[in-house]
């Protein structure tokens, strides 16, 4: 049994710990570094024109475009896909917000990262993109790990119901290949080259300093979208005025 | 220092840690500390979750009930009484279970190593072999009593 000076010490010793602890956290949720620091410093992409997406989901009269230079291998990007990209799917993409669209950034520090670009592609055709991007980033840990790779790719498409006929011709002809790395080499001019690089209406969020967190991303959405409606609004006063 | 000071000490130590992934888990600490990459691809695999709670915060409501076992051990009558041993030493053998099953994933299923999953599983490991140690400590006490009553 401790003694009540033994006893003062280790309360002086558990508070100099607790105060040690806030502090850690406070100044890492502060400093959110580099979450999307996987290679090389931020881009920076100017508001004009994104090049077409491959894959997008969500309303053309949509008031926020979001545009998502993701790497399938980059765990970042799993962070994005796992836990943020759900619910901007049923907050944000299925209230007619936010259109997002999904752009091919494979990194060539990733070994396995075209496989899985390849297979997603293929499952694009079967109009099945989107469920074979939740497998792919739900599993990354398996298939990147695994001597079979492409086995563990070909059940995540049987999972989600495709024609594995045409599966299997696709990823064996390796067609969309082409229009992958074109992609790449596209963003790659754009100055992309870290990722997950998330770019709304054209211009690049900031996720190292705003965060990847649903809640971060749907402030920026929600500010960005009341600026286009009310200038929405007023084009469309100016236009009655005529 | 008694096992139970120890106990709470690194009770508050594995709760900082679990506290840590499971803010992470909420979105508020940007990238995880890990350098190797690992740590992402452990915390973002299904097996982050158990039955549905994320692992990090059954984390931290296990080492909060050991904190709270260990510093209540500490005052009145349960700092003579046993009980609060038994039970930080039962409170640590789930945690050392689970932390072992946690470690066998990393290794043999997802194929990553999560230096803070790591961390935690050697403090539970140590807060049950600090219990383990007062219970024998209390054990022995006893019996030298009743030796003592006896003679």
Known sequence: MAGRGGLKNFYL???????????????????????????????????????PAAYVIGSDTAPV???????????????LAILTFPDVRTRLVNTGIVRWRFHDRPLNIHNKTLRAHLAAACAAEQNKFFPMHDQIYFHQGDWVESNHTDDLLRDYAKGIGLNMDAYDACVKSAKPMARIQAESRRADQMGINSTPTLLVNGRLYDSGKRGLGFDDLKAYV???????RAEREEERTAAAKK | MTHRMVSALAALVGLFVSLYLWLWHL????????GTGGCEVVQTSRYATFAGVPVALLGVIGYA???????????????????????LAALAA????????????????????CRWCVSSALIVTAIFVTAVIGMRGQAQGAASREQGAGG
């Open chain 2, 94 to 113: 789930l945690g050392v279970l689970f932390s072992g099953y946690l470690t066998y994933l990393e290794a043999e299923v997802i194929h990553a190593w």
């Open chain 2, 65 to 87: 009930a050991m904190l709270g076992v260990s510093l209540a051990g500490l005052h009145g009558r349960w700092a003579a009484s046993r009980a609060p041993t038994r039970l």
């Open chain 1, 13 to 51: 010793l558990l508070g100099v710990v607790v105060v040690g602890g806030v502090a850690a956290l406070v100044y890492k949720s502060q400093t959110r570094g580099s979450a999307t620091a996987e290679t090389g410093p931020m881009p920076v992409v100017a508001a004009d024109s994104v090049p």
């Open chain 2, 27 to 34: 979105g508020l600490m940007g990238s995880l500390a890990c």
């Open chain 1, 65 to 79: 475009v979001i545009d998502d230079y993701s790497d399938f291998q980059c765990p970042f990007c799993a962070h």
């Open chain 1, 222 to 228: 929600d500010s960005v979208a009341a600026v286009v």
